[in-house]
């Protein structure tokens, strides 16, 4: 296996374009990123576990549809599915109500991750969101301390919503920090920069947790990436849109892609032509997600990204 996720699942209902319709499309950094790796050619494999219930079952098709393994085949009748209604405003900010706490009610158990599928992984990719609560923060814990402890490549994507939290924005900070000695690639937000203490922060945070790369997306900016004392700018910004849902994700879908496209199995692989490849692959992924509604739908192909950079 290529890529293993571990982390949210969730149902984000986007506007359409008639008065009071919604796109129902299936999100969660990791399932996201899962999709786009498989859109990009690669066997990814998601762990996670969703509510006994339609919505759930609709979230475990949603995944095998786009060719991702699912690694909890069953919908547990322990948990609810997780659904976020998410307002567009104008100014492209979003918004988002929660019909259910993201992470408590995923109900995954650290029994749940299996030796084997971390070995036979070459990418571990978790997201914050999971560790909201246990048992799932135990679970993906032991998903990233594996993948480190078995020599993997293990990616991180800091998210951070109050409800989660409840509030509590020192813990979702603490826990995060206290889990990134597992951590070769990190991806953050412009805004969630600060929960690794700011971008002023950031060398001294790879320093001491012997992270290689780390990597904050900007928006319709692009991206810049921190990598052996430089700062990279990304050679090819994202369109401007109003809805970026799954941009981020799209975006480091790409990006770890690329990564594997150059045969980087290992973090001694990684240098700067690579990375800069990465980055370009990776904002092109973005901005194509971007120029449609929600997430799953408007994840690209290898070949649409391709084409694009062949074209430039």
């Not at 786009?66 to 599915?81: F, G, H, M, Y």
């Not at 900010?93 to 993201?102: G, I, L, N, Q, Y």
């Amino acid at each position: 296996m290529d890529f293993y996720g571990i982390g949210e699942l969730l149902i984000d209902f986007i506007p359409g374009s008639e008065p009071n319709s919604y796109i129902c499309n299936a999100g969660g950094a990791p399932a996201n990123a899962a999709i786009a790796m498989a859109r990009n050619g690669f066997d990814a494999g998601m762990c996670c576990k969703v509510g006994d219930d339609d919505f759930g079952r609709f979230l475990i098709q949603t995944l095998k549809d786009n060719n991702v393994r699912v690694l909890c085949p069953e919908p547990s009748k322990d948990a609810v599915t997780t659904m976020a209604f998410v307002t567009l405003h104008k100014n492209g900010e979003r918004t988002f109500v929660f019909a259910r706490k993201p992470g408590a009610d995923m109900m995954l158990n650290p029994q749940d991750v299996r030796d084997d599928d971390i070995r036979s992984s070459k990418i571990i990719h978790a997201g914050s969101c999971s560790l909201s609560a246990e048992p799932a923060a135990s679970a993906t814990v032991k998903a990233m301390r594996l993948g480190h402890e078995m020599q993997k490549i293990v990616s991180f994507d800091v998210n951070y919503r109050n409800l989660m939290w409840k509030d509590d924005i020192k813990a979702a900070t603490d826990y995060v920090l206290s889990i990134l000695q597992y951590v070769d690639l990190l991806k953050v937000s412009e805004e969630e920069v600060l929960m690794i203490g700011g971008v002023d922060n950031i060398p001294a945070l790879m320093a001491s947790h012997n992270i290689t790369v780390v990597v904050e997306t900007l928006g319709e900016k692009g991206a810049r990436c921190y990598f052996d004392s430089k700062v990279l700018l990304s050679p090819t910004s994202v369109s401007e849109a109003i809805d970026t849902t799954g941009a981020g994700d799209a975006f480091w879908g790409g990006f770890l892609s690329c990564l594997l496209i150059n045969g980087v199995t290992d973090t001694k692989r990684i240098n700067e032509s690579i990375l800069k490849d990465a980055m370009r692959y990776g904002n092109i992924s973005g901005g194509l997600s971007v120029q449609k509604k929600g997430a799953i739908s408007s994840l690209p192909t290898r070949a649409e990204i391709e084409k694009i950079i062949a074209e430039t």
